[in-house]
């Protein structure tokens, strides 16, 4: 593949170096970030290809494919990074600018919107019914009281993730059923 080096390509770093991936240049390339990561070998998701593809300013190639977003956040490649390239923080930076872009998988807007309307990332309503069903003492969470969900709207609203996210005001949960004790 040709690759063509030109004002786009810094478009991409700048921007990433601005979001928080400030250290990408720091990169050479060692792979322990990758021989680390708990997606790589079961996913698109390749960390030391993506901070390579940063540097060279492959935008659509990142974006297009979405892996980015499967990238659980664990730290693992910010730890074990020799050159302290910061490699997790290279991730969060790519989800912004894929965001401002209108890239966003439709798993994340509903993650979004969980948060915003229940204060949870997953729906327990099931979960809390398990629990009143043997008796176990209420559980306090985000989404207990109304006065903690307003907080978090607040937060949002404050913010560009509203818009980012595609929050709807009037969104229902579409399921109840990701729960661990099922
Ligand atoms: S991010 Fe760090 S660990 Fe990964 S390839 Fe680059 S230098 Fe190596
Ligand atoms: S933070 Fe993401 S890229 Fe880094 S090791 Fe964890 S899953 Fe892999």
Aim: proline letters at 3%; one cysteine or more.
């Amino acid at each position: 593949m040709k690759i063509i080096l030109n004002n786009n390509n810094k478009e991409l770093v700048n921007k990433v170096m601005e979001y928080g991936g400030k250290r990408v240049y720091e990169c050479f390339q060692c792979g322990m970030c990758a021989s680390g990561c708990p997606v790589a070998s079961d996913t698109e998701h390749k960390i030391k290809r993506t901070m390579h593809q940063v540097t060279l300013g492959l935008e659509e190639q990142i974006m297009d494919k979405k892996a980015i977003w499967l990238c659980t956040t664990c730290f693992m490649c910010l730890e074990r990074c020799p050159q302290n390239a910061e490699p997790t923080e290279v991730v969060f930076a790519l989800r912004r600018v894929s965001a401002e872009n209108g890239i966003i998988p439709e798993a994340q807007i509903e993650v979004a919107n969980n948060i915003y309307h229940l204060g949870h990332a997953v729906t327990v309503e099931k979960g809390i019914k398990l629990r009143n069903k043997v008796n176990a003492p209420l559980l306090k969470t985000a989404g207990s009281d109304k006065k903690y969900i307003d907080e978090i709207q607040k937060l949002i609203d404050s913010t560009h993730s509203y818009s980012l996210l595609r929050i709807e005001k009037d969104w229902k949960p579409k399921r109840d059923d990701v729960i661990g004790c099922d």
